[in-house]
């Protein structure tokens, strides 16, 4: 989901058998994606995933490091993740959106050889894009709440 303009591209790992099925992204029930995109402020209500056709009007795009789907992000292989990352970083080029927002530390730093990467703003540009990193909003981090996830997203959205 790319339109004109992108404020910020939102990059997931790769798409979830849900996801594969429906052709939404970040379509499980129990993913924190959509509802942290509405607390944090960047949508003006929460969209189901049947709606990211919206997010272009609102200078947001949806797109993947790797196109292959799977149960879970830890069955790719680090060839596809850095093969991934040259996909994206071509992507950006094309579409050249403000800010490049991960969604996934760990397939962040094996895409990109970014070993000590961390959540929030990168040094480090791609494609002449900033690189802002957030926890992965799957049901399966349990490490973050979808409250800390929007809180991440929001000090994004103020950055622009």
């Known amino acids: ?17 849900m996801t ?4 939404h992204h970040f379509a499980r ?17 929460r969209f189901a995933p049947a709606e990211q056709h919206l997010l272009p009007s609102l200078g947001l795009g949806i797109t993947n490091v ?14 596809e993740l850095v093969e991934g990352g040259v996909r994206l970083t071509a992507l950006l080029e094309e579409v050249r959106p403000k800010v490049l927002a991960v969604l996934g530390v760990s ?7 970014v070993r000590k990467a961390q959540v929030g ?3 480090t540009e791609i494609a ?3 690189v802002w ?17 929007a809180e991440e997203m929001g000090r994004l959205r103020d950055s622009l």
Not at 29 to 45: D, Y
């Open 1 to 17: 989901m790319l339109g004109p303009s992108l404020e910020v591209l939102f990059c997931g790992i790769n798409p979830g058998l």
């Open 20 to 23: 594969e099925a429906t052709g």
């Open 29 to 45: 029930p129990g993913n924190r994606f959509w509802p942290a995109l509405h607390l944090s402020g960047f949508t003006p209500r």
């Open 66 to 79: 790797v196109a292959r789907p799977s149960a879970k992000a830890s069955e790719l292989t680090r060839e």
């Open 107 to 113: 397939a962040f730093r094996t895409a990109f050889a």
């Open 121 to 123: 703003p990168q040094e």
């Open 128 to 130: 002449g894009t900033r």
């Open 133 to 149: 990193l957030l926890p992965n909003p799957s049901g399966l981090n349990a490490h973050w709440t979808l409250a800390g996830i």
